[in-house]
Every structure is written in C-alpha cells, then in structure tokens.
C-alpha cells in the first residue's frame, strides 16, 4: 500500500499544527465560530446532533493492521469506543471534543492518515471498488490513479472552493463494485483494442434530492490524460456551477441545466487548452506509485481446501458464510473474506474498538496485513489463504464479526438518520435492524437471494437509498416518521435510479411493507436464479404496487 | 407555545439545556421552561450572548410539551437530542439518566 515520504508527512504534519492553532484560537474565541466553520469542515469535523463529529478519509479503503489499531484507539481513548464505517470508504466517530481534535489527528497522522476534505466543497475521499487488486475480473489497479488524485486534488488550490462537494470514484474491474456513476466523476478502467490503459469517464452522477445516473463524456481517456481531463472538468465546474443555490449547485445540475453536449464541448475545450507539460502524467509517475500496490508474495496454493471442504460438510453456518462471505481471489488457493458489520439487530456499519483490534489481529496473521472498507460498510480481509478460511472465521465468530449475510437482504446499507444526524427527517437505523431481525442471515435470507436494502434519513441520500434494489427514505410527515419505498435502483455497470412505488409507510408498517415485496418477488421470480433486481426489471412496478397498497392491509393510504 | 433554549458546549460539543438562572445544564429535566413568546425572545438574547462568549454554539429554541405531568420535547428529533441514539440507549444523556422523564422510550423501542 502507499506509503507517506516526507513530503506527505511534513505535509500532513502542517496541516494538524494548522489546525491546532485554528483550535485554540476558536476556544479563546479569537475566532468566532462563523469564522472557524469553514476550517473545521475541511479537517472532516461537522456539529451533529448529539456533539462533534469526526469524519476520517480511508483513501479507497485500504489501511493495514497498524492503522486500524489507531482507529480503535481513537474509539478508546477520544470517543465512545466505536467508529461508524461509511458508504464513502470514512469512518466516522460520534463523540469527540472540540478540544481533543487536533491529538486526534497528530495520532492519526503518525499513521499516515488524515480528515482532510472529507468534507467541504472540495474534492472529497477519492473511492474505489473494495476489491481493488484481488478481483478475479479486474483490468488494472484502481489505487494507483485514485492515489495520484488524492495528491493532485489535496489542497488544490483552485479547487477548495468549488461550488459544492465533489466526488470521484475509480473502478478497475468489469463488475462496478464502486458505484461510480453516482459520483460527479466515475472512472472506469478499461483498455482499448491496441491493449492501452485509459477510462471511460462519467460526469454528473449524484444521489441527493435531485438524483442522477452519470453520463458518459468519453469512451476512451488514455491514462497519460487522467489529470489533463479531471482537471478540465472540475475548472469548467467551478467556473460554471450555480453558487446561487446550494441545491443546484452540483455538477449534475450543471450538465442537466446545459445538455450532456454542451458540457461535453466545454469540458473538450478547457482540455484542449490546458498544460500538457504540467498535467500529462508521467509513466515513470505511475509506475512509482502502482508499486507501493504491487500484489504481496502470496505463496503459491493448491486450489482447493480438505479442511474446508470438512468443515462445511459438518457446519452450517460456516457454509453459508462460505457461500455468502467469500469470494474468488485472482491467485488460485487464496479467498477474498468480507467481514459484514451488519450482525442481525445492530447498527449497520459500526465496529467497536475491540473488533477493531480483532480485524486488524486476523489482517497480520492471515491476510497480509492488509484491510479494506467497503462502500457497503462492511470489511475486508483480502489475501486470506483458503487453508486458513476456518481459523480466520472462529476468530470472527468470536467477536461477532461472522454474520454470513454479505450481498443478502440483511447486509443493509443504512445512513446515521435522525439518530445522530442533525439533517435527518427520520430514523434509518432502527428500520435497518428490524428489516434485518425479520429475515435474519439463514435460511430465510438465503431463499430471497441477493438483494441490496439501503436507507437514507432524509433527501440527502447518503444511505444511497436511491441505488438500492429497495430503497427507503426516511421523511417527517406530521410529526411522525413515514418511509418512501423506492424499487429496482441498482449502483452497478447497470446504474439506475429507483423508481417510487406509491404513498409512504408508517414506521410501524415499512418492514411488514418489505415483507410483502419480497413475498411478491418470490411468488413471481422464474426460478431461484431471477434475482429481486432481474425480476423487477422483467415485469416493473406494477405487481410490487398491487401487492402493497390493493392486497396487502399494511398500507398507510 | 412553551419552548427550551438548547446548545452545543463550544468545546466539547456536548448538548445543554438553558436553565432558569441563566446557565446550561447537561440535564434536559433541569432546563427552564418559557412559557411564550416574550419568554422566548428574552431567554435567546441570554443565549446569543453566550454565543457571543464562546461558551456554546449553534443555540436555539425549541418546543415543549406536558406528557404524563412531565415537560418534554415535542419533537422526535429533540427527544433523540435530549435522550441520546434510540439505537444505543448505553450512550449519550439516557446512559447517565438524564433522558426527559418520558423520553424516546414513548417513542417506541429501536
Ligand atoms: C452525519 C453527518 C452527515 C451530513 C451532515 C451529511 C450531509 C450530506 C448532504 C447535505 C448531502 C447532499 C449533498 C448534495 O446533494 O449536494 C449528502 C450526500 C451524501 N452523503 Fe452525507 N452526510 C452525513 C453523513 C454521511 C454518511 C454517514 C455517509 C455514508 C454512509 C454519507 C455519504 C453521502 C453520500 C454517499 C451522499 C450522496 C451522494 C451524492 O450526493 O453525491 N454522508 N450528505
Ligand atoms: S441522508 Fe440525511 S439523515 Fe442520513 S446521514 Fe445524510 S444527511 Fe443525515
């Protein structure tokens, strides 16, 4: 993985001494806070509704064990003793002081790690797909170049001030894992005909109250060209996005407001001009940075595993999480392990420290010390020998961290919502915990198949809500919370926006109304092999919509 | 309608109640009730001047009720505030027992 040399170091080092005087100049009331808001969103510190809260950018979501250590005792020593995995590859902490801010990012930064831009209009944490450098379909790395992105896009000068957020994903495999065309830029990696190295490029994908789908602005990008074009981009963005209304202010509205055409033209333009001295990126550049991902020295397996073999003949649960939990490695005799941080009944996404320690304990023993943050707010252990699938899974299982229902109805993404988050209409958590005790991660889920729930606390949409195979929106109505359902979104290669299925739900009666969409599905999929998305696709709204507001008596119309 | 004065402590962002003497309180129960609109205004000037102090950040105002023969938020939003996460009931006030005496529980359980 990458590592800090001393620029980066001295870099990061400056930014918390900076910070730190911003601090104590705050608390002496120096600065008053209308003056300190500006600086203490671009070090990822938000006033939420209970307190501060940090959030900590885990650059596409690689971190090793030692790193991991620091977030678990950063959740001891500052915090609660948990942190909240996001779906943009952060964690987030609920509880520190103002005061303790700036020792919690002198810690973070002995580990090479920072809150820089994760939030503010800036450039934010640049995501990749979680499984970046061990997917059996992958074309290339996404790291590297989302490394190459994050140097460029720190502190960028002329572009911290950007009309809104902004925010880029890369995706180096043929299966979209990233959901890069919910980002104002996606990149896909691909190569053309003559085996070159470049991507497809999507602009003006955002979630939010005015949802879309990215669109494509260029088939091909050589890789030479990465910087050249984003750079062209973002400046046609700051100098042309609405600052006039922050609810207008993101790229998509820009490209909706002017035609993809237009956008296109300009953003060709600005790229035509720029400077090809400055921004054309060096092979040699490349080729240094994709060497800190160069793949570890995986000792060379047999295929297969009698050990596991055994143990799921004789375990049951060891054979769902099996069949659920783990995937193909690139290298033969190796597995990808997703630890789900969504046991039936809890928070999803929340690890406490201890779990921390545990991930970060199997990350050195077993997966070569390396960990992943999923923008489906679960773990992962990417390098794990298959001999060692049963050992790595007791010590899981031992810390309640082996719940086998990764990619099922009840690995459910969900936002804080109105349990934490001062924008929140309602509550998203608890929905999520009740959905996930309704189906749980046996038999039941394993019926319905794969199926992605995600809910949001309000427009805002960071629950992704939007891309869920089922989305929930949490709103206010009349004082009391009510849920909108959303069926057939999808954040993969075949991106779409959910559709609104009718009048909302009471909390009360969204998860019986989950219930009988999945009953419905069930009764009209083809075979077991129609997933909930495939189907709905095949026949539409319609059936869902019967089943929910003519049939069922659970409705609240 | 009857309302609280609430904040953040500017440095250590923890919620509190105004009270009757003019202070903040971590404990919702101990927070002065303003009966109207004059009350109100009066008990946020105090606020704006803590503000002004750096004492908290982010004051406002928000409306109370009577539940049981005990004042509490009206809102779900303010309930959680004053209560803590409905889905960690081992954190915030409620840990403590400084939840409103019928607090988000009347809200029905995670
Ligand atoms: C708790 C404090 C949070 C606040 C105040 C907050 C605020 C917002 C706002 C205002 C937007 C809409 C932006 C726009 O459309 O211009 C948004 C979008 C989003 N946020 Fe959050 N958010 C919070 C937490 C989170 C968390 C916990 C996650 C991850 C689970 C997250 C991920 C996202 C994503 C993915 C979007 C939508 C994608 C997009 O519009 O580009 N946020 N957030
Ligand atoms: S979707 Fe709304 S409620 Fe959920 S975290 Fe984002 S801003 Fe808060």
């Known amino acids: ?557 | 309608m009857p309302d609280v004065i609430t904040a953040n402590r500017l440095a250590d962002g923890v919620v509190v109640f105004q009270t009757a003497d003019g202070a903040w309180s971590e404990d919702f129960n101990r927070a002065t009730v303003c009966s109207d609109a004059v009350a109100t205004k009066a008990a946020l000037a105090r606020a704006a001047d803590d503000m002004t102090r750096n004492l908290v950040v982010d004051a406002y105002a928000f409306a109370v009720e009577t539940r049981n023969g005990h004042v509490v938020p009206k809102a779900l939003r303010e309930a959680i505030r004053a209560a803590g996460p409905t889905v960690r009931r081992d954190l915030g006030k409620q840990a403590h027992g400084l939840a409103p005496h019928s607090g988000p529980a009347a809200f029905g359980e995670a």
């Open chain 1, 1 to 557: 993985m990458y590592h800090y040399d001393d620029f980066d170091q001295a870099f990061v080092a400056a930014r918390v001494a900076q910070f730190r005087d911003q601090v104590a100049r705050r608390l002496s009331g120096e600065l008053t806070e209308e003056q300190f808001r500006p600086h203490r969103l671009m070090n990822g510190l938000y006033l939420q509704l209970h307190s501060y809260m940090l959030r900590v950018a885990v650059p596409y979501g690689t971190l090793n064990a030692r790193q991991m250590r620091k977030l678990a005792d950063i959740a001891r020593a500052y915090d609660r003793g948990y942190g909240h995995f996001t779906t943009r590859q952060n964690i987030q902490y609920n509880w520190p002081a103002l005061k303790h801010v700036p020792d919690i990012l002198a810690e973070l930064a002995a580990v090479e790690m920072h809150a820089i831009q994760t939030s503010g209009n800036c450039i934010r944490n640049v995501t990749a797909d979680h499984f970046a450098g061990v997917a059996h379909d992958e074309i290339a790395d996404p790291r590297p170049y989302a490394e190459i992105l994050r140097q460029w896009s720190s502190l960028h000068p002329e572009f911290s001030f950007l009309p809104r957020k902004f925010k880029i994903a890369v995706n180096g495999a043929a299966h979209d894992r990233a959901v890069i065309q919910a980002h104002d830029i996606g990149l896909q990696i691909v190569r053309d005909e003559a085996g070159e190295l470049g991507f497809t490029v999507y602009v003006g994908g955002g979630l939010g109250r005015s949802p879309f789908i990215g669109r494509k602005v260029r088939e091909f990008l050589p890789e030479r060209d990465l910087l050249g074009y984003v750079e062209a981009i973002l400046r046609v963005y700051n100098l042309e996005g609405r600052r006039d209304n922050k609810f207008k202010a993101r790229i998509k509205i820009l490209l909706h407001e002017k035609t993809l055409e237009t956008l296109k033209d300009e953003i060709e333009a600005e790229f035509a001009e720029r400077d090809a001295t400055l921004l054309d990126l060096p092979q040699s550049e490349v080729a240094r940075v994709a060497a800190f991902f160069a793949p570890p020295a995986l000792e060379p397996k047999k295929p297969g595993s009698d050990r596991v073999e055994r143990r799921k003949g004789k375990d049951a649960r060891f054979a769902s999480f099996f069949a659920a939990n783990v995937t193909a490695h690139k290298q033969p005799g190796y597995v990808v392990v997703t630890v789900s941080l969504k046991p039936i009944g809890a928070p999803p996404g929340d690890a406490s420290a201890d779990q921390m320690d545990a991930v970060a304990d199997l990350a050195e023993d077993y997966s070569h010390d390396e960990i992943r943050v999923s923008h489906e707010q679960n773990l992962i252990l990417p390098h794990v020998a298959l001999d060692d699938l049963p050992a790595v899974y007791d010590r899981l299982a031992s810390v309640g961290l082996a719940t086998p229902n990764a990619g099922q109805i009840s690995d459910i993404i969900a936002c804080p919502g109105l349990d934490y988050c001062t924008l929140a209409t309602a509550r998203s958590i608890p929905v999520a915990e009740r959905i996930a005790q309704k189906f749980g991660d046996g038999a039941k889920a394993k019926a319905v198949g794969p199926l992605k729930i995600k809910i949001s606390g309000c427009i805002n949409a960071c629950g992704h809500h939007h891309v869920g195979h089922i989305g929930i929106l949490g709103l206010e109505r009349a004082g009391e919370e009510t849920y909108q359902i959303t069926l057939g979104g999808s954040g993969d290669e075949t991106a779409a926006i959910g559709q609104i299925v009718g009048p909302g739900f009471s909390s009360e009666n969204v998860v019986g109304a989950v219930e009988t969409l999945v009953e419905t599905y069930m009764g009209l999929r083809t075979s077991e092999a129609e997933t909930f998305l495939d189907a709905f696709r095949r026949v539409g709204l319609a059936p869902f919509k019967e089943a929910l507001y003519e049939r069922s008596a659970g409705s609240d119309i």
